[in-house]
Nanobody, 130 residues
Framework: EVQLVESGGGLVQAGGSLRLSCATS????????IGWFRQGPGKEQEGVSC????????YYADSVKGRFTISSDKAKSTVYLQISSLKPEDAASYYC???????????????????????WGKGTLVTVSS
């Protein structure tokens, strides 16, 4: 059974940092593209970042470039999202998503198809105080 479990959310001051984790199980980590998307209050979902665990390519939405860094620890089957210089508009529930590369190219340096990924976690909440 595929499982994605997010953690690391919380209340942070604007300008602060935190690291989100997505612990995965139930599939071969290297064969999957994994990423993060978010949904803020009253906002549409936004694909934030993803990583292609085969070639290491990463994607970042323009809204987070230079502030967010995605990484993966293959030994722990975990993907991280380091968030720095938090802004009030970063407040959202952050979700982890995964898709088997054999079913499609979900993540490249130019695009992130989180909506097509079949596996989503339950999310972790990031609140930003100004």
């Amino acid at each position: 059974e595929v499982q994605l479990v997010e953690s690391g959310g919380g209340l942070v001051q604007a300008g602060g940092s935190l690291r989100l984790s997505c612990a995965t199980s139930g599939f071969t980590f290297d064969d999957y593209d994994i990423g993060w998307f978010r949904q803020g209050p009253g906002k549409e979902q936004e694909g934030v970042s993803c990583i292609n665990n085969s070639d290491g390519a990463t994607y970042y939405a323009d809204s987070v470039k230079g502030r967010f860094t995605i990484s993966s620890d293959k030994a722990k089957s975990t993907v991280y999202l380091q968030i720095s210089s938090l802004k009030p508009e970063d407040a959202a529930s952050y979700y982890c998503a995964a898709g088997w590369r054999g079913n499609g190219n979900y993540c490249s340096a130019y695009k992130y198809d989180y909506y097509g990924m079949p596996y989503w976690g339950k999310g972790t909440l990031v609140t930003v105080s100004s």
